[in-house]
């Protein structure tokens, strides 16, 4: 729970003589030790002006980090603590803190987190993990009309106020789907589990059929149990002329998808020409993909890896880890919130002009809560690697 104690004062650090990584690992070495109460807010110091004057003390805004820093997601929760220090270093020198407080991991905690940010202050709220705590959370901040930027994949959770900054199936669904649409197809077939991630691609593939202006796709969402084969058989079934299947199988599982459906289809016309095979970010450094050649070539969506590494490599550099792959969730949404308060501007248009160079590559936010991301195209190796095949584009509009 926060403290409502007057925090002790910090001691200055020399921007032009600390380095990222001494400056942010000093700054939360002190937030570890006080992890469970998080009530330590994290300011970055003002640079001295050239000629060594006197630093004038600024006027804060602050921002909330909710994170589960106790709890089973707690070695999670310092991950993202460190990825957004990062962000705020790289956004600003003055004038911003960070409010680290705990959610706990549960919906109850993220919005008890979320009230007692706001009460000291808070102007932004960064976070939090899961759906369920965005869901928890989404109320106080609209109630309280500041903006919440938070972590979760879950796109249900974006409007009025509200971003969810995860790699959303939507978004993965468009590119991909665009890409080959491009490349000739028109009829398109999913094929995935009966599950919540299933049924949000085949929400995002018939948009996106609508949006493209093509035919209707055939959904064929299979039982987390069925056999696969038969699940294969039933996909073709749906359309035995598609140009594209989207896989919503990764792993093992795609793999013996795959090849039962390859199989069948070559069967029923031999020598006939193969559909596009697709998949999701699932398939992005999967080594169980690996030794199906059916596989072979099928292109799916991801991060673009010249972001990627550069984000991963400056990560270690600070913290001597390797960063998990949501910590790039928590760093965008930190910039943009920091971003934001540093030009006293609504977060919206702080990429109404150009967008932000994420972690994971470029992103736009727009005013009615979608946020747009440029992903990159892989094709996948016979060895199951990641080959790009386009770079990811600056997102325009439409979500493609």
């Known amino acids: 729970m926060p403290s409502s104690a007057t925090p002790p004062p910090r001691p200055a650090l020399s921007w032009s003589r600390r380095s990222l990584g001494e400056i942010a690992v000093a700054a939360l070495l002190g937030l570890a030790a006080c992890a469970p109460q998080a009530s330590v807010p994290v300011a970055v110091p003002a640079a001295p002006p050239i000629g060594g004057a006197a630093v004038t003390a600024q006027a804060t805004a602050r921002a909330a980090l909710l994170l589960p820093l106790t709890g089973p997601q707690a070695p999670l929760g310092q991950a993202l603590l460190q990825a957004g220090t990062m962000a705020l270093f790289d956004e600003t020198t003055s004038g911003v803190e960070f409010l680290p407080?705990?959610?706990?991991?549960?919906?109850?905690?993220?919005?008890?987190?979320?009230?007692?940010?706001l009460a000291e202050g808070a102007?932004?709220?960064?976070?939090?993990?899961?759906?369920?705590?965005?869901?928890?959370?989404?109320?106080?901040?609209?109630?309280?009309?500041?903006?919440?930027l938070a972590f979760t994949n879950d796109s249900q959770r974006a409007g009025e106020g509200v971003w969810v900054l995860g790699m959303t199936p939507e978004q993965q669904v468009r590119r991909v789907a665009s890409a080959a649409a491009r490349e000739g197809a028109q009829r398109f077939v999913l094929a995935a589990p009966a599950n919540e991630f299933g049924r949000a691609l085949a929400a995002a593939l018939q948009g996106a059929m609508r949006d493209l202006r093509l035919p209707p796709p055939a959904i064929a969402l299979h039982p987390a149990n069925v056999d696969l084969a038969m699940a294969a058989s039933a996909a073709r079934m749906a359309a035995p002329q598609a140009d594209a299947l989207l896989l919503g199988e990764t792993g093992e599982r795609a793999r013996r998808f795959v090849a039962a459906y390859v199989a069948e289809a070559s069967a029923a016309q031999p020598g006939g020409q193969a559909p596009r095979l697709l998949g999701t970010a699932l398939w992005l450094?999967?080594?169980?993909?690996?030794?199906?050649?059916?596989?072979?070539?099928?292109?799916?969506?991801?991060?673009?890896?010249?972001y990627r590494t550069r984000f991963e490599e400056r990560y270690r550099a600070a913290f001597g880890e390797t960063p998990p792959r949501i910590a790039a969730s928590a760093y965008d949404a930190a910039a943009l919130a920091a971003r934001a308060l540093r030009s006293t501007s609504p977060v919206a248009t702080v990429t109404a002009q150009q967008s932000f160079p994420g972690a994971d590559g470029p992103v736009r936010l727009l005013s009615d809560g979608q946020t747009l991301r440029g992903l990159a195209i892989y094709a996948l190796s016979p060895e199951g690697e990641a080959v790009l095949v386009e770079p990811a584009p600056e997102p325009a509009g439409a979500g493609f």
């Open 123 to 148: 102007r932004a709220l960064v976070g939090p993990l899961t759906s369920g705590e965005t869901a928890a959370v989404a109320p106080v901040a609209r109630a309280a009309g500041v903006p919440l």
């Open 285 to 306: 450094n999967n080594p169980a993909l690996a030794g199906e050649p059916a596989l072979g070539g099928a292109w799916f969506p991801g991060p673009d890896a010249s």
């Open 101 to 117: 407080r705990d959610t706990g991991g549960t919906p109850s905690g993220a919005a008890a987190a979320a009230r007692a940010a």
